[in-house]
């Protein structure tokens, strides 16, 4: 059974620091770009970050220079570090398991979702 299990999301202040874990299960880890996406009610998702096998990152740009994306194959886990945490980023974090040919998706998992919450 396939499972991505996300931890790590509180209540946190401005200005503070927060380590979201995603764990993956019943997939070859190295076969899939992991990312986190969020998304606050009333707004669409959102891609946060992603990492293919081989390091390479993509980050939005609101988290640029603050979240760093990293994952470990033999922890089969990927972890979003998030620093200098704004108010803007309070949401659900979704992490993402995506594995795909060309034009065609193989495989689209997610996890259950952990918030996120930033205020004073």
């Known amino acids: 059974q396939v499972q991505l299990v996300e931890s790590g999301g509180g209540l946190v202040q401005p200005g503070g620091s927060l380590r979201l874990s995603c764990a993956a299960s019943?997939?070859?880890?190295?076969?899939?770009?992991m990312g986190w996406y969020r998304q606050a009610p009333g707004k669409q998702r959102e891609l946060v970050a992603s990492i293919t096998s081989g390091g390479l990152t993509n980050y939005a740009d609101s988290v640029k220079g603050r979240f760093t994306i990293s994952r470990s194959g033999a922890k089969n886990t990927m972890y979003l570090q998030m620093n200098s945490l704004k108010p803007g980023d309070t949401a659900s974090y979704y992490c993402?398991?995506?594995?795909?040919?060309?034009?065609?998706?193989?495989?689209?998992?997610w996890g259950q979702g952990t918030q996120v919450t930033v205020s004073s």
């Open positions: 019943g997939i070859i880890f190295s076969r899939y770009v």
């Open positions: 993402n398991a995506r594995r795909s040919v060309a034009a065609m998706s193989l495989d689209d998992y």
